[in-house]
């Protein structure tokens, strides 16, 4: 029994349950938006999936709204909810953006799939581990990961900075700068949320304990 689930009262455990679901969900969108990003496949499949985070995430808002849980705990709980469906949906948001436009150059094509991969990747570890965070019995085992999720943020940022540099490249028309810039804001998105995610889960159990 992870702390989160020790401290909260009510409907403490099927809330946790279903914040694990919000995570294992994320986890399979990132299977499929990897595909769509190296295969050009469809997105259907990360479209369910977010249509799927989004049913969870109102299951559990209404679950914390409808009583059983400590007053002081609510709207950060609700932020918590909000930013964790939040990365699948910039996970969608990254694969609808990357089927509207086509980068013709061949080289230039497969160097932001390669980079976007490498975000991805990143988000998925990102993701498992928040999985140990919420299951973590201890504080400052929490913290250690939150700061790994952050280290993660910050190899993130780097990759989005090399899509930059690359989108304001001389070689490179207007549509073509626009959508890279689109792709690195969207892929950064998923992480940022996925940090956020960690800061907040780390605050409620911070005030908490101590």
């Known amino acids: ?20 679901k919000i995570v294992d969900i994320g986890l399979d969108a990132s299977k499929a938006l990897e595909k769509v990003i190296e295969k050009s496949d469809k997105i259907d499949k ?31 709980l609700l932020e918590l909810v909000d930013k964790e469906d939040n990365i699948i949906d910039s996970m969608y948001n990254l694969a609808r953006e990357f089927h509207r436009y086509k980068i013709k150059n061949k080289r230039i094509d497969k160097y932001i799939r390669d980079k976007l991969i490498e975000m991805n990747r990143l988000a998925s570890e990102a993701l498992k581990i928040m999985k140990k965070m919420q299951k973590s019995e201890k504080l400052d085992e929490i913290m250690n990961y939150r700061k790994e999720i952050e280290s993660l943020e910050e190899k993130g940022d780097d990759i989005k900075d090399s899509l930059f540099d690359l989108a304001y490249s001389d070689s490179l028309d207007f549509k073509s700068f626009y959508h890279i810039i689109e792709l690195a804001h969207q892929a950064d998105d998923v992480l940022d949320n996925c940090e956020d995610s960690s800061d907040i889960f780390f605050t409620i159990m911070s005030s908490i304990v101590t």
């Open 46 to 76: 990360i479209r369910s999936l977010e249509k799927d985070s989004d049913n969870v995430a109102f299951e559990i808002t209404n679950e914390i709204t409808s009583g059983g849980i400590a007053p002081n705990l609510i709207d950060t």
């Open 1 to 20: 029994m992870g702390i989160l689930e020790r401290i909260l009262e009510g409907s403490e455990e099927r809330i946790i349950l279903k914040l694990n």
